[in-house]
């Protein structure tokens, strides 16, 4: 509620002892502190009672939330995994058609330059037709 340092405390402590007198401080201070545990007393009554008021709102607003997300997500969920399974089996089978088929070239052939003239080119020697 209030931030008072050390300093500023004796001041007022000082002012109220001008002002009340020696006779009527300590009373004075006493009622202080009950009012000011009441109002503190009050104060967290009124925020445990809040707290309590929106928490089961709160909760079942996640509650909602969450089941909302599992439920759009678990379609989205499947058909990805659909996809990476039907990417899995289209690889095997390009994979296994690729080891089994001579004529096709492999992966390491075709990404390798060849330094063989094609029927078309002339030949390094510089000769044409």
Do not use: C, H, W
């Not at 089994?100 to 078309?120: A, F, G, H, V």
């Amino acid at each position: 509620m209030f931030n008072l340092s050390g300093s500023e405390i004796v001041v007022i402590v000082l002012l109220a002892l001008i002002v009340l007198g020696p006779e009527k401080l300590p009373e004075a201070i006493r009622r202080f502190g009950r009012v000011y545990g009441e109002l503190k007393r009050m104060s967290t009554g009124f925020q445990s009672e809040f707290r309590n008021a929106f928490d089961e709102p709160m909760r079942e607003f996640r509650e909602t939330a969450q089941l909302t997300k599992d439920a759009v997500m678990r379609p989205v969920n499947e058909v990805r995994d659909t996809f990476k399974e039907v990417g899995a089996e289209a690889g095997r089978t390009f994979d296994e058609a690729a080891k089994s088929d001579p004529t096709s070239p492999s992966t390491s052939e075709t990404n390798q330059p060849t330094n063989q003239p094609t029927p078309s080119e002339p030949d390094a020697g510089g000769e044409s037709s």
